[in-house]
T-cell receptor
Framework: GAVVSQHPSRVICKSGTSVKIECRSL??????MFWYRQFPKQSLMLMAT?????????EQGVEKDKFLINHASLTLSTLTVTSAHPEDSSFYIC????????????FGDGTRLSIL | AQSVTQLGSHVSVSEGALVLLRCNYS??????LFWYVQYPNQGLQLLLK??????LVKGINGFEAEFKKSETSFHLTKPSAHMSDAAEYFC??????????FGSGTRLLVRP
C-alpha cells in the first residue's frame, strides 16, 4: 500500500533554531501533500496544502514566513519551522494524496518537535 | 462547508464488548467520509472509507461503519473490543479541494 515516510520522528532543539521536517511518499507520486499540527489531546489542524512545483496554500492564521513549505518533487515535501520558539513545540504530521480522486490521504508517523 | 462532530471525547468498553464510536457530518455535497486511528506518538492509519456505493463499509481490524444519509451519520462499530483497539479515533470528511476536516477525536479505552 501507499507509504508515507516522515523524518525525523523527534527533534529537540534550542530556541531560535530552524528545523526542517521531511515528508516522502515512498511508493507513489504525490502531487499534493498536507501538513498538520496537533496539540496534546486535540485533533489535527491543517496548516497548509503543498502542491508540487507551486507555492503552498496556507490556512488562515498560519504564518507562511514562519512555516516554510517546499514541494520540489513529486515524492518530497519539506516543512521548515524558522527561528523556532517554545510555543512552536507540537506534533507535526504530513499526509500525501494519491492522484486518484477516490483515494484517501496517507499519513506519515509524525514529528514531535520540542523547543527548549 | 463541511464539518464533523464526534460525540464523546472518551468511550470506555470492556474487552469483548461492542464498540460504537459516533460521528455526524455536515456536507453540502455527497460526502467522502473516513475513519482514522492514531496510536500514541504516531501518525494516522486509515481504518475505512466511504465514497460511493455500498453504505456499509468494512475496514481493517474488524471495524465497520455505516453511512446513513438520512441521519447524516457515519458511526464506527466493532462487535468485540480487543485491548489493542485502545487508541484515538478520528472521523473526517473530505472537502472539494481534497482537504480533510477532522472531528475532535474519541479516545477508546478498553478495560480488561
Amino acid at each position: 500500500g501507499a507509504v508515507v515516510s516522515q523524518h525525523p520522528s523527534r527533534v529537540i532543539c534550542k530556541s531560535g533554531t530552524s528545523v526542517k521536517i521531511e515528508c516522502r511518499s515512498l511508493d507513489f507520486q504525490a502531487t499534493t501533500m498536507f501538513w498538520y499540527r496537533q496539540f496534546p489531546k486535540q485533533s489535527l489542524m491543517l496548516m497548509a496544502t503543498s502542491n508540487e512545483g507551486s507555492k503552498a496554500t496556507y490556512e488562515q492564521g498560519v504564518e507562511k514566513d514562519k512555516f516554510l513549505i517546499n514541494h520540489a518533487s513529486l515524492t518530497l515535501s519539506t516543512l521548515t519551522v524558522t527561528s523556532a520558539h517554545p510555543e512552536d513545540s507540537s506534533f507535526y504530521i504530513c499526509s500525501a494524496r494519491l492522484p486518484d480522486s477516490n483515494q484517501p490521504q496517507h499519513f506519515g508517523d509524525g514529528t514531535r518537535l520540542s523547543i527548549l | 462547508a463541511q464539518s464533523v462532530t464526534q460525540l464523546g471525547s472518551h468511550v470506555s468498553v470492556s474487552e469483548g464488548a461492542l464498540v460504537l464510536l459516533r460521528c455526524n457530518y455536515s456536507s453540502s455535497v455527497p460526502p467522502y467520509l473516513f475513519w482514522y486511528v492514531q496510536y500514541p506518538n504516531q501518525g494516522l492509519q486509515l481504518l475505512l472509507k466511504y465514497t460511493t456505493g455500498a453504505t456499509l463499509v468494512k475496514g481493517i481490524n474488524g471495524f465497520e461503519a455505516e453511512f446513513k444519509k438520512s441521519e447524516t451519520s457515519f458511526h464506527l462499530t466493532k462487535p468485540s473490543a480487543h485491548m489493542s483497539d485502545a487508541a484515538e479515533y478520528f472521523c473526517a470528511v473530505r472537502d472539494s479541494s481534497y482537504k480533510l476536516i477532522f472531528g475532535s477525536g474519541t479516545r477508546l479505552l478498553v478495560r480488561p
